[in-house]
């Protein structure tokens, strides 16, 4: 055996060691939790402190329970012994893990939380900077390891203080890591995992901003948007956990695929009590049981639709003619005059406080009127004859005159059935056309029994936030933000008040009627026209022949995004022409069955139900979209965006073009969602942004652009 042999064996060795220990602690710490639960129930406190602690517990011991299995550390940090360079770690020696571990709270820790600022060395430090740093330590574990420490395959050491990088037992690409490459590049099947491991200095400035911070990540496929933002969910419920529990944290998805395809990335770090849902559920207050046309739910998204809804609810606000008021208290009567109540409501409207709030106002404005002319005749009045006016029948049947009490559906109800109302409410803001659209033709035998539509309930959330603003969230992260129509940002918007927003989108990908084209204008409706948008151009998981096929497509797409660049020099695309679309895709995908991965054929949604019959025919079983643990699966291209497969089969682009509008950014979408192979088979003409392309390549390599 080598010397170095020799240091590699000793080495893995004492890392397996230390595994062990590690795995012993966490052991403790799991039935120390659950037993801390269990007595904390008996604990004697008041009701409110004993209700605290309980939560704290269940918590604890519940996210304990819901940790995925797996390796405990990935990395190591050792700090030079010089405290100029190095500080308080001057000689320090930190494993990296997704959780810190430790064997006694006042202990050391046996492993520190990738959150952690020390951490963030792992990540930053370099050559040019190694901040303290003398050697990385990566480890290389095995391919769907469950923990166990045997499974600890492979090290490898920058010793970045002595201005070595990229050289180790087991080297990777010139200046590279192998490991952090291997794992880039591993083949997957199942549900997306975290990137704790493989986190880039580009994206860990990212992660790490402070809470206050907004900013929007404008991310070509495959840098690994999505990944920030989850892990940015993480390291901010790490970092400032009391802030974000107070409100919460939401990650609206663009579809229930794409929720169940990250489900896992957040426990696998240690987090579970974050809500994630796509913005329709976040809304809904109704099942959709109607379907607009493509004209009304466009207008029904334009954000001109916040002026007529808001001119729709207040004005049913009606000062004149005011009724004068007469308020019995045992012999006597107050008096409130037309004139008084005209200026009470006006000054209210003018305040323009949220709707419910301002009804309030009123009757508040009202009693305080009334009980200075009490104090005046006789004297201090008692909280119990304040509360006894404020509900009195005579003011109640006054206030319901001048400032009614509504409920969304019956504002919009009301608007999208009766011409009048609709009219006033639209004039002067939608043209005749906009307006017919928008009319029913008939009214809802009762608001009971009224259908709603998707856009619907966007309008019914816009008119609740008038009504009575919402409980805000302490933070939001959005994916797929370009997506979102100018009234569904106020959705979001409404919902975060005072916190902050990590908005992550690509122009290229927008696919929606409304989908964004720049993104100050997305961000205003936001309501953070202030935030910064970061590119990220530099693609971890396309592989160059995709990217570079990708970046033919951007200047047919009426967005201005910079062109990705792959690091990954692996991976092809490939035009197959054909007579018969079913047979070369079933062909294609039985030449990716020999190889590991996952595969996913991707059609136009028409053309999907088809597909997955033929390859069900041909011995083939194929999932849904929804089947994430299926090595095949065939993916409508409406359900494709967020989704990556090891192999991509996507079959007749110019029918995903010809299917919608944006077709030719669902293309885009499609052509993306490979990380390893990509082949495209068509029957028809090519749309003319492959054309050139597929010329060049007739059942053969894209040549690089």
Sequence with gaps: MSHSDSVLTDALAQERSHH??????????????QEQMVVGEDVSASGADAEVLGHQLRTRAREFRELPEGPLFFGRLDFTPDSETAGDHAGQRYHIGRLRITSHPSSPPLVVDWRAPVARAF???????PQGVAVRRRF??????????ADL????????????????WRAGKSGESGIVTGEIERPRIGPMRDIAATIQPEQDHLVREDLAATFCVQGAPGTGKTAVGLHRAAYLLYTYPQRIQRGGMLIPGPSRTFLSYISEVLPALGETGVRQSTLDDEIARHPVTAHDSEQAAAVKHDVRMAEVLRRALYARVSPEPAPSLAVPDGSYRWRVPADELVRIVRDVRTEEPPYAVGRDRVRTRVVRHIQQQAERRAGPRTNLWVQKVSRARPLT??????????????????????????????????????????????????????????????????LAGLIERPAGYGHIVIDEAQDLSPMQCRVIARRSPSGSLTVLGDLAQGTTPWAARDWPRLLAHLGKPEAVVTPLTTGFRVPSAVAELANRLLGHLDVEVPPSR???RDGEARFTRTDDTAVAAVAAVNAALGKAGSIGVVAADADAPGLRAALTTAGIPAGGPG?????????????????????????????????????LNRLYVALTRAVSRLRIVH?????PALRAAGRAAADGAVPAS
């Design 20 to 33: 062990d220990v590690c795995r012993t602690a966490l052991d403790a710490m799991i039935d120390g939790a």
């Design 123 to 129: 990540y930053q430090a370099g050559i040019q900077d």
């Design 140 to 149: 290389g574990w095995t391919y769907a390891s469950r923990g166990d420490s």
């Design 153 to 168: 395959s492979s090290i490898e050491d920058e010793h970045l203080s002595a201005g070595e990088a990229g050289q180790a």
């Design 397 to 462: 049947t006054v206030l319901d005159a001048v400032w009614p009490s509504v409920r969304a559906e019956e504002v919009l109800a009301d608007l999208l059935t009766r011409a009048d109302l609709l009219a006033g409410a639209v004039e002067g803001i939608l043209d005749a056309g906009e307006r017919s659209v928008l009319l029913r033709p008939e009214p809802p035998r009762s608001r009971r029994t009224a259908r709603w539509s998707a856009a619907d309930l966007v309008l019914l959330d816009e």
């Design 566 to 568: 792959s690091l990954r």
């Design 627 to 663: 089947a994430l643990g299926a090595r095949v699966t065939v993916v409508p291209a409406s359900a494709a965006k967020g989704l990556e497969y090891d192999h991509v089969v996507v079959v007749e682009p110019a029918a995903i073009v010809q299917a919608e509008p944006r077709g």
């Design 683 to 687: 029957a028809r003409p090519l749309p």
